[in-house]
């Protein structure tokens, strides 16, 4: 039933974004925020794992330099019958781990010092197993995709927004089949429907 409800709200979330180029620019938007949206998908599908993690500034580790969080992650790993993730320490007195990658085979783990020094052995088998179910489902991958879908929703309807400002909507509007009114609406309604199906989805 997950699976289900996720399909439909990707799939809401991507004519979404199709309606929001085309009332912003017509057929020729339509086609547009397609492309872009593929461009940006292929983007985030890739390289999402190194930009989350480029963010974090973590650190990825062998086993000699975190024997324990190596041992647990294996263990783990080879319960839920997956590939060894990478992994990675970041520098961070919070408590937190985060699970991201494309798939199982090119999937990374990072957990904060905070968490190390917080948890149990058993609690941290507990939030690794979490994180690798994560993985195993392919939420990470569908996290960025929706966070990617959303961004470019949230960009056209700023873009459209500076164009208005600056008068660049309006002009060729027979060119392009724009309503000035679908316009405006969409600039103000399409990133708070986005925002909500993203957060949805992430639910």
């Not at 520098?91 to 990374?108: I, L, M, Q, V, Y």
Request: proline content about 3%; aromatic content about 6%.
């Amino acid at each position: 039933m997950n699976s289900i409800k996720t399909a439909l709200l990707l799939s809401i979330l991507t004519v979404l974004l199709v309606i929001t180029g085309g009332a912003l620019g017509g057929r020729g938007g339509m086609v547009m925020a397609f492309v872009f949206a593929c461009v940006l998908n292929f983007g985030s599908w890739w390289f999402s794992d190194k930009i989350i993690l480029k963010m974090y500034n973590a650190k990825q580790i062998n086993e000699n330099e975190a024997p324990h969080l190596f041992n647990v992650v294996m263990e783990v790993s080879k319960r839920a019958m997956m590939p060894m993730p990478k992994i990675y320490i970041i520098n961070d007195s919070s408590p937190n781990a985060f699970a991201t990658g494309r798939n199982p085979e090119h999937a990374a783990v990072a957990v904060t010092n905070g968490i190390l020094n917080l948890l149990s052995n058993d609690e941290l088998k507990g939030v690794i197993a979490h994180e690798l179910a994560h993985i195993k489902n392919h939420d990470t991958l569908i996290s960025s995709i929706v966070a990617t879908i959303a961004g470019a929703i949230s960009m056209l309807a700023s873009m459209a927004r500076w164009g208005m400002m600056f008068g660049g909507m309006g002009r060729n509007d027979k060119e392009n089949d724009s309503n000035p009114i679908a316009s405006i609406l969409v600039m103000i309604l399409a990133p708070i429907a986005a925002f909500l199906i993203q957060m949805a989805i992430s639910r």
